[in-house]
């Protein structure tokens, strides 16, 4: 597709489950991003990919939230043993090459309910 | 730490009626600094980058500009759909993250 398509664009899950939130970045952009944006707070950065580099995880807020991008292409964000406040609108974002010259498209996000 | 501060919170218009959204940023080397719009159920949408004191940037209705410590978005003359919600983000370092503020929901009554 054109741009960066994620899935499911909704996920209600019980608390205590795993949950796998999965993005397509736009084809040829070696930039990946995860974002989390729950209500009334901004873009909370997750998570980097930038080609074959060591991932940034410095935003993940826990060990139980775990990413992966295979292939340089496809990303699965991963959370385990989801909890309430885990509840928000995960957000992706591909760009060419990650640097300030080239600007983030975004995706439509997954809104994640636990319950 | 990056610091990004969105004002006002909320900001209700009449249409036709210009304004400013501000964003302030406290950061250790400015690198870009980015415009995204976001409407309701979306992911953002990218605007502009601004990325030295004193550049100007315009597109249809709005401009931006930014200072050493903060960035306008300015909105001239708006109509109902230039409502949603705007962010303003802050790029440090050579390949890193965009940092966020909480965004600015703009209302546009016809």
């Known amino acids: 597709g054109a741009g960066v398509s994620q899935s499911p664009s909704n996920k209600v899950t019980e608390k205590g489950k795993d949950v796998e939130l999965r993005c397509d970045p736009i084809?040829?952009?070696?930039?990946l991003y995860w974002y989390r944006q729950s209500l009334g707070q901004g873009l909370e950065f997750l998570i980097y990919?930038?080609?074959?580099?060591?991932?940034?995880k410095s935003g993940l807020p826990s060990d139980r939230f775990s990413a992966e991008r295979t292939g340089g292409s496809v990303s699965t964000l991963t959370i385990q043993r989801t909890q309430q406040e885990d509840s928000a609108v995960y957000l992706c974002?591909?760009?060419?090459?990650?640097?300030?010259?080239?600007?983030?498209?975004f995706g439509q996000g997954t809104r994640l309910t636990v319950v | 730490e990056d610091q990004v501060t969105q004002s006002p919170e909320a900001l209700r218009l009449q249409e036709g009626e210009s304004s400013s959204l501000n964003c302030s940023y406290t950061?250790?080397?400015?690198?870009?600094l980015f415009w995204y719009r976001q409407d309701p159920g979306k992911g953002p949408e990218f605007l502009f980058t601004?990325?030295?004191a004193g550049e100007e940037k315009e597109k249809e209705r709005l401009k931006a500009t930014l200072t050493k410590k903060e960035s306008f978005l300015h909105i001239t003359a708006p109509k109902p759909e230039d409502s949603a919600t705007y962010l303003c983000?802050?790029?440090?370092?050579?390949?890193?993250?965009?940092?966020f503020g909480k965004g600015i929901t703009l209302s546009v009554r016809p």
């Open positions: 974002a591909s760009s060419f090459d990650g640097t300030v010259n080239t600007e983030a498209f």
């Open positions: 084809s040829g952009h070696t930039a």
């Open positions: 990919f930038q080609g074959n580099s060591a991932p940034d």
């Open positions: 950061v250790s080397g400015l690198r870009g």
């Open positions: 601004l990325y030295s």
């Open positions: 983000a802050v790029h440090t370092g050579a390949n890193s993250k965009l940092t």
